[in-house]
């Protein structure tokens, strides 16, 4: 009777182990999974952080390849703008943006005026909205321009008036504050056209927007 009952117990001692030791590997696993799961997600989180610093490298050399392009193709005065506004310190970025002028049949002065047509208006309050609509603290310098006939005196204070009140205009009219603008005049010393003709001294009576940050 005691060695049945002995027999017994071991029987019962080696489900137990058994039925323990099932228990353990089940809970390891599971642990094992979890710490895996885990670690699998901060390695995809730090394989994301990895590839945004690439596209942030990729999209910087691609600005910097842009910005490069854009001012090995600028104008002699936007290049000049460009510099007297990083003196100035009036740039977060030091970058130019782009640059219009004011010259066609449409919006060029005439002969010594300095006068805003409607037309020019109309065209000064399309670069206002699209100033606006870039959302950023840009710096405009505004330059004035003239043709060749009169003193060089007369056409340099020519040229300031020009740039004056485009600048009044665009303050005035569309909100843009005056510390964000600078003006300056090349008078005749700047010209795009022949000053021989007619057609080409009406070309030279101009303001230039240059746009920078």
Avoid at 18 to 33: F, I, L, M, N
Avoid at 54 to 77: F, M, P, V, W
Wanted: aromatic share 4%.
């Amino acid at each position: 009777m005691k060695r049945t009952v002995l027999g017994m117990l071991v029987a019962v001692v080696v489900v137990t182990l058994g039925v323990s030791g099932c228990a353990t590997k089940t809970y390891v696993d599971e642990k094992v999974s979890q710490a895996t799961t885990a670690q699998n997600a901060k390695i995809g989180e730090v394989q994301k952080q990895v590839e945004a610093a690439q596209q942030d490298i990729a999209n910087l050399k691609k600005s910097d390849a842009e910005q490069n392009e854009k001012l090995a193709k600028l104008s002699e005065t936007a290049r000049e703008a460009l510099d007297r506004a990083t003196e100035a310190g009036k740039l977060a970025k030091g970058k130019f943006l782009w640059e219009v002028t004011l010259t066609d049949n449409a919006v060029k002065f005439g002969f010594n005026k300095s006068d805003l047509s409607p037309q020019a208006k109309a065209a000064l309050n399309a670069f206002a909205q699209q100033v606006k609509a870039m959302n950023k603290n840009v710096f405009i310098e505004i330059q004035g321009h003239t043709d060749n006939i009169g003193s060089e005196r007369i056409n340099l204070r020519l040229g300031q008036e020009r740039a004056d009140n485009v600048m009044r205009y665009l303050n005035m009219e569309q909100g843009i504050p005056l510390n964000r603008m600078s003006t300056v005049s090349y008078g005749e010393y700047k010209p795009i056209a022949d000053n021989r003709t007619a057609a080409g001294r009406a070309e030279n009576r101009r303001v230039t927007l240059v746009v920078l940050e």
